[in-house]
């Protein structure tokens, strides 16, 4: 167990809807990251957030938006869902903001749109 | 651009084999981290291992060892003695310092199939 939550598990929502993916980071992490995992894309980094603060942006959709909140949780918003948008969603956490920090990653959200 | 090439899409290994999974990166940093993931049937992604660009030592824990070769780009890891529970994905991913860059590069994956 990683110490990272997300929830829900899984996430079945038709085209064209909005959905809200979750994350909690470990006790005492202040930067959050969100990453896709498709079996096209491979595991793609998507956003990151460091205490509140966007801090870098990978290949996110503009349909696509996060925020970190002050309790340190995280949420994806993915809206104007396709069937492309269909995967695991991870999110991931580091203790501070620094490429030399391992990250530790929550157990994932599978979105399916049908 | 960074990049992380696992060239080997799949491996399949009889128990008790050694096997080594190959990774070669590239960037332009002269600081940056590689690290080593897991990712077993059950979907989760587990960190196995961080390295750094300025530390070529070898590194062993039980039967997981890592070869890190700046000269040849490469971080290589090698299983000992193979058990079923190692079957999984191993992921090969970059981070940079020089850059900024701190979420991880990904390689595609290598899925390691260990028979009983």
């Known amino acids: 167990d990683s110490g990272v939550t997300q929830t829900p598990k899984h996430l079945i929502t038709a085209t064209g809807q909005r959905v809200t993916l979750r994350c909690s980071p470990r006790s005492g992490d202040l930067s959050v990251y969100w990453y896709q995992q498709s079996l096209d894309q491979g595991l793609q980094f998507l956003i990151q957030?460091?205490?509140?603060?966007?801090?870098a942006k990978g290949n996110i959709l503009e349909r696509f938006s996060a925020q970190q909140f002050p309790d340190l949780h995280s949420e994806l918003n993915l809206s104007s869902l396709e069937l492309g948008d269909s995967a695991l969603y991870f999110c991931a956490s580091s203790v501070a903001d620094g490429s030399s920090y391992e990250q530790y990653f929550g157990p994932g959200t599978r979105l399916t749109v049908t | 651009a960074q990049k992380v090439t696992q060239a080997q899409t799949e491996i399949s290994v009889v128990e008790k084999e050694d096997v080594t999974l190959d990774c070669v990166y590239e960037?332009?940093?002269?600081?940056?981290?590689l690290f080593w993931y897991k990712q077993p049937p059950s979907g989760e992604l587990v960190f196995l291992i961080r390295r750094n660009s300025f530390d070529e030592q070898n590194e062993i824990s039980g039967r997981y060892s890592w070869n890190f070769q700046k000269s040849t780009s490469s971080f290589n890891f090698t299983i000992t003695a193979s058990q079923v529970v190692d079957s999984a994905v191993y992921f090969c991913a970059l981070s940079e310092l020089d850059t900024g860059r701190r979420a991880l590069t990904f390689g595609s994956g290598t899925r390691l199939q260990v028979q009983p």
């Open positions: 960037t332009r940093d002269t600081t940056y981290y």
């Open positions: 957030y460091y205490n509140g603060e966007e801090r």
